[in-house]
């Protein structure tokens, strides 16, 4: 439900329109109880949703005489909640099955993790060394603070000081 984007323009939206997506899943991959919430949102806004993947949603571009339009729209709902569950299963599925990857990966000593990045790494080495601030560090590399905090403490390490405290 961290979208501020799709909020943003959901709350541009005036009754009648229409939220064109490619695919459901990019919408819908979330929780029951999020889904709900963000479905909820987009009904009370009356916004209809139509998306490339599902065709049921393409008749709600089109005028209708009002029981067309219904039936379609209910048709259009029920899909919709469909996709929605299928997405969210897949989505777990697939992050399982990476997790699963992983571990056995890791137990048969095969495991890399992602490479150090040694040009950025000495650079925030070197700011450190020239007494920045870990704020302008951090703005000027675009690293994060745990990395700082490991890199400024290796830098203690090597120079035989204590591996506690924080610079700045």
Known sequence: MDRPELFRLLADCEPGDILLVEQVDRLSRLTSPDWLRLRGL??????RIVALDLPTSWSLTAPADEFTARMFAAVNAMMLDVLAAVARKDYEDRRRRQAEGTAKAKAAGLYKGRPENKTRNAAISSLLANGRSWREIMDATGCSRTL??????DRRLLKGEPASGEDG
Request: avoid cysteine.
């Open 42 to 47: 987009i009904d009370a806004k009356q916004v």
């Open 148 to 153: 700082l905090a490991k890199i400024a403490r």
